[in-house]
C-alpha cells in the first residue's frame, strides 16, 4: 500500500498530461497549437526534469555508498539534502515555467504561440511537481536496497 499511492499519483498526472495536451490540440488544432503543446512540454522537460534526474541520481549515487558502508545517519543526511535540493529546484523552476510563456514572449516569441502555451506550461506543473518528488524518493528506495515499482517514466 505504501507503493501504491506515489505510483498511483505519478501514474495520475502523466496520463493527465498526455490527455491535456491530446485534448488541447483536438479542439484547437492549428499549427500554432500544436507548436505550443511542443514548446511547453519541451521546456518544461530540458529545464526541469533533465535537472531533477541530475540532483536525484548524484543524491542515490552518494546514499547508496554510505548505505554500503552502514552509515545509516549520514544515508538520512544525504536524503535531506536531496529534499532539499529538489525542494528549492522545484520552487524556483516552477515560477519560471509559471512565467515562462510571459519571458518567452517578452524575448521575441510570437505573441499567439506564447498565450496558446501559457495554459500548457501552468498546467504542466502538477506533473512536473509529483514527477520529481516521486522520482527522489524512488531513488531513495534503491539506495537502500528496497524494491519500488518501476513507474511509467
Same mark, same amino acid.
Given at each position: 500500500?505504501?507503493?501504491?499511492?506515489?505510483?498511483?499519483?505519478?501514474?495520475?498526472?502523466?496520463?493527465?498530461? $498526455?490527455?491535456?495536451?491530446?485534448?488541447?490540440?483536438?479542439?484547437?488544432?492549428?499549427? +500554432? $497549437?500544436?507548436?505550443?503543446?511542443? !514548446?511547453?512540454?519541451?521546456?518544461?522537460?530540458?529545464?526541469?526534469? +533533465?535537472?531533477?534526474?541530475?540532483?536525484?541520481?548524484?543524491?542515490?549515487?552518494?546514499?547508496?555508498?554510505?548505505?554500503?558502508?552502514?552509515?545509516?545517519?549520514?544515508?538520512?543526511?544525504?536524503?535531506?539534502?536531496?529534499?532539499? !535540493?529538489?525542494?528549492?529546484?522545484?520552487?524556483?523552476?516552477?515560477?519560471?515555467?509559471?512565467?515562462?510563456?510571459?519571458?518567452?514572449?517578452?524575448?521575441?516569441?510570437?505573441?499567439?504561440?506564447?498565450?496558446?502555451?501559457?495554459?500548457?506550461?501552468?498546467?504542466?506543473?502538477?506533473?512536473?511537481?509529483?514527477?520529481?518528488?516521486?522520482? !527522489?524518493?524512488?531513488?531513495?528506495?534503491?539506495?537502500?536496497?528496497?524494491?519500488?515499482?518501476?513507474?511509467?517514466?
Amino acid at each position: 500500500v505504501k507503493n501504491a499511492i506515489p505510483e498511483f499519483l505519478i501514474a495520475i498526472s502523466f496520463f493527465l498530461r $498526455d490527455m491535456m495536451a491530446i485534448h488541447y490540440v483536438g479542439y484547437n488544432y492549428t499549427s +500554432t $497549437d500544436v507548436a505550443a503543446v511542443s !514548446l511547453s512540454q519541451s521546456v518544461i522537460y530540458l529545464l526541469g526534469i +533533465t535537472f531533477i534526474f541530475g540532483i536525484t541520481g548524484g543524491i542515490q549515487t552518494v546514499a547508496s555508498q554510505a548505505y554500503g558502508a552502514k552509515n545509516y545517519v549520514l544515508v538520512r543526511k544525504y536524503f535531506a539534502y536531496g529534499f532539499y !535540493l529538489v525542494t528549492l529546484y522545484v520552487f524556483l523552476s516552477s515560477l519560471l515555467f509559471f512565467f515562462a510563456s510571459d519571458i518567452l514572449i517578452a524575448c521575441g516569441l510570437d505573441k499567439n504561440l506564447g498565450e496558446a502555451s501559457k495554459g500548457l506550461f501552468r498546467a504542466n506543473l502538477i506533473q512536473y511537481i509529483t514527477f520529481s518528488y516521486y522520482f !527522489l524518493l524512488n531513488l531513495f528506495a534503491q539506495a537502500l536496497g528496497y524494491f519500488w515499482v518501476a513507474g511509467i517514466a
